[in-house]
């Protein structure tokens, strides 16, 4: 018997509004596919609970006209200081308006290391 490989994937919640926290706006997120025992979801956070590597992926078609537009996955730990994995940004033209922003990595992660996903569709990015 092989070994079973874990994911997860989410999606944007269409059912909850997205909220201002800051100069960003959080997006309410909801799991669309889950397997395994890895990796898990509780609220907007992301739990590892098995050590290994992770590939992060992220990917948001943006259509706002006129802005800077982008997304940043973010990592904590146990302690409350968190660090910036992956941010793509993208600006946006004032017609036909869609792009698409999409980041990817790889890492080794511990246990209890969650990691929330942040959509910024403000003028300024935040700094970490």
Do not use: Y
């Amino acid at each position: 018997m092989g070994v079973q490989q874990s994911f997860l994937q989410l999606s944007a919640n269409t059912k909850e509004q997205p909220f201002v926290r800051g100069n960003v706006t959080v997006i309410p997120w909801t799991v669309a596919l889950h397997q395994g025992e890895a990796i898990s979801s509780t609220g907007d956070r992301i739990i590892i609970q098995q050590e290994g590597f992770f590939m992060v992926f992220g990917q948001v078609l943006f259509q706002s006209p006129g802005t800077i537009m982008g997304h940043i996955v973010r990592s904590r730990g146990t302690s409350q200081r968190s660090t910036e994995l992956l941010r793509c940004l993208q600006e946006m033209p004032q017609t036909n308006c869609a792009n698409t922003c999409h980041t990817g990595d790889v890492s080794q992660w511990g246990l209890e290391r969650p990691t929330r996903r942040v959509l910024n569709s403000r003028q300024h990015v935040a700094n970490s």
